[in-house]
């Protein structure tokens, strides 16, 4: 009855010595991901296993490079007389700006930073840039495919050369050591996913009267 309460024992600093399966999975993963990416990168310098082909990868690595796009859609824009490709190419111009917005704060995010045998040479860069995770190029280049596969009329060849340059931009992105393998395929399925929130706020003449005012 005259007990009192005992006083709490100091915390003391312990050692996690049986990490959780999901660390354990993850720390695989990652270490994979960085030899794998390490592995591929052949044209990561003239140097490299395929240091030949690095100015070829280099012309692909522009073709998917976000300031092309934005100005080549740009002119196509102005210079449409057709209502109906103007309402294509607008929303091309919206996704492309949509998809430079979302993949600037993912990085800005997640702060990943490049491949260590990356040559920082690429072709008109921001702040962001410095950062690897998601992969833009890879973004853009199936948001595009998505895009052109649906809104344009193309043989059946043209169709299968779409779907390959946007293979070949991700895989591009490794060999050049630009992105680790982990960076290209989230930015596939980010631009993927991206053109389904494109498609749902399409914008047309009745949706967005003043922007096609403008035009």
């Given at each position: ?23 354990i ?15 591929l ?29 934005l100005?080549?859609?740009f ?34 995010l ?38 052109v ?15 390959l ?17 982990t960076d ?32």
């Open positions: 009855s005259g007990s009192s309460a005992a006083a709490p024992l100091p915390e003391e600093d312990c050692m996690k010595l049986n990490p959780s399966f999901l660390g999975a993850l720390s695989s993963l990652l270490a994979i991901d960085l030899w794998a990416s390490k592995r990168g052949v044209c990561a310098g003239e140097g490299s296993a395929w240091g030949s082909a690095r100015p070829l990868m280099k012309v692909i690595e522009v073709s998917g490079h976000g300031i092309p796009w100005l080549g859609t002119y196509g824009l102005c210079q449409s007389d057709s209502s109906a490709t103007r309402e294509v190419l607008l929303n091309l111009l919206f996704a492309l700006l949509l998809d430079l917005v979302l993949v600037a704060v993912v990085k800005g997640v702060k990943r930073r490049r491949p260590t045998h990356n040559k920082m040479d690429m072709f008109v860069t921001i702040s962001v840039d410095k950062y690897s995770f998601p992969s833009g190029h890879a973004t853009r280049a199936a948001l595009v495919c998505r895009f596969l649906h809104h344009l009329v193309l043989a059946v060849p043209l169709r299968v050369l779409v779907v340059w946007a293979l070949i931009v991700g895989v591009s992105r490794v060999m050049l050591g630009r992105h680790n393998v290209v395929l989230f930015g596939l399925l980010l631009g993927y996913a991206l053109y389904s929130v494109v498609e749902y706020c399409w914008l047309s003449p009745l949706s967005a009267p003043s922007l096609f005012a403008l035009w």
